[in-house]
């Protein structure tokens, strides 16, 4: 799947056609989004607006020095009539690891492991070797002014 948004507004409102269709899909564990895209290419617009269609009130910037911010999910209301309930979200910034060893002081394992979260991760392909199979990956791409392509893909993460 590709898609073009115009603006921050479009790329966030982006977020709520994809979920939908996401959450429909079997999965072991965690659904798990891997971003990645230069910098600046519009990962942390889309986590934003990923984070508001969940319901999160708190202000959702890219966890660079602290890797990982977790938020509780009280209602999500695009999977509330799927049938799909997430407890969790968590945003990661894999951007200062060196990769999969530097994310067992996280708990990642067990965080991808459970049903009940939702993962982002921006620059995901620094720690690619331990995200399931399953990862959902979207690549974001400058398109001149505030244009962003995003492509959205299943593919082996081992």
């Not at 911010?69 to 060196?98: E, M, Q």
Request: with cysteine; net charge positive.
């Amino acid at each position: 799947m590709q898609f073009i948004t115009k603006n921050t507004q479009e790329t966030q409102k982006l977020v709520g056609k994809i979920i939908k269709k996401l959450v429909k899909a079997p999965r072991q564990g965690a659904l798990v989004l891997a971003l990645q895209g230069e910098l600046g290419a519009g990962k942390t617009t889309f986590v934003q607006g990923l984070a508001q269609a969940l319901g999160v009130k708190e202000k959702v910037l890219s966890p660079t020095f602290v890797i990982m911010k977790r938020f509780t999910i009280y209602d999500l209301c695009p999977s509330t009539s799927l049938g799909v309930k997430f407890t969790n979200f968590y945003h990661i910034d894999a951007y200062r690891l060196t990769g999969a060893e530097d994310t067992k002081e996280l708990d990642l394992g067990e965080i991808l492991k459970d049903k009940n979260n939702l993962v982002a991760i921006e620059w995901a392909e620094r720690i690619a070797g331990i995200l399931p199979a399953d990862t959902i990956w979207l690549d974001f791409q400058h398109k001149g002014g505030d244009k962003r392509e995003i492509k959205l893909k299943v593919k082996k993460s081992k």
